[in-house]
């Protein structure tokens, strides 16, 4: 089984290391693992028409697979990478079994208590609401909800984990727990196992 | 047409109002409005189930429609709304034709360099990192390279507009000029006047 593996390391400055390491665990796991990068995008006349071919690239590579892993680890704020996010309710769409993982463990709702810094309070309908007025979504999740219900919609799992300093974007352990639960589930025939 | 409106309108403290200018807009240019919030969602016994609820009732929606116009403002920090995000990827996954808009006229790039309190710099290679050693999408693109391409591929476009203070989400202008481009391309069956 052909599985995408979206996330944003793509921009490590050592990403080609990480993915490849995605790569291998993924391959251990059983896996075709399919991954943005391991096709070559060749030259284009201006940036824009660049960033459109690996757009175009990673589409292509997402229709050659049957399932997603998404690294939704918050990203240059508290909510993940919306390239990663794209692809997920791209796979979502296309009724592929998707599974999630962050290495903050912390939820929506606990991330956006330090992005209001506590200051939230129930508005006259008691519904959550920050300072700017905007509603705070607590539904026990770890993401917008559209994120964790597509994941559960289609059999996945959303894998959290408080990983060590430094090591938001480069510890594997719970992608690695994201891929055991799909092997699991997806390459060892469990119909008798699915309750 | 079926239009499906996405955006994060519906955590504004008057969000009732403003999805329901909005629908009024989509259909004063001849679509068929689809907007989150259409339908009731029932009561459960969880958060988490509530949550799910929703996601579901959301995924028929955009099941029914047959184009996204999605609200890709900044939100609560310098990327869109994961949750709409997920449905641009969602209905771009079916080959919907797919528009985008944002009150905020800074390109990703710029946005950036605000982030990065302008300290951008290029690494052995020449790519733009942050002082995080993040590489920075320089593609002459308003959000995530896979946003403005999936919109781009299928023909749609992406409007952007600076809006006065304050209106940062209820400013309809950038969402009614999206409508326009949409019916004039979609409704008008301007096969003659398509290159």
Known sequence: MRV???????FLPNAR????????????????PVSPGDLEIEH???????????????????LSAEAIIANLTPFRGIAADTGTVYELGFMCARGCPAFGFSNVAQ??????Q??????????????PRGPDGLAVEDFDMVENLMLDGGIEARGGAFV???VPPGQLFTDLTAFEECLAIAAR???EGGAS???
Chains 1, 2 share one sequence.
Not at 4 to 10: D, R, S
Not at 44 to 62: Q, W, Y
Not at 107 to 112: A, D, I, N, Q, V
């Open 4 to 10: 995408y593996l979206a996330g944003p390391e793509v």
């Open 17 to 32: 290391e990480v993915l490849d390491a995605k790569i291998a665990l993924a391959r251990r796991h059983g896996f075709i």
């Open 44 to 62: 284009k006349p201006t940036k824009r028409e660049f960033g459109l071919a690996i757009s175009a690239v990673n589409e292509k590579l997402m």
């Open 107 to 112: 939820s929506h709702f606990e991330r956006l």
């Open 114 to 127: 330090i992005y209001y810094d506590g200051k939230i309070a129930g508005d006259a309908q008691g519904r």
């Open 160 to 162: 959290t984990r408080t």
């Open 185 to 187: 589930r997806l390459l």
């Open 193 to 195: 196992s699915a309750p």
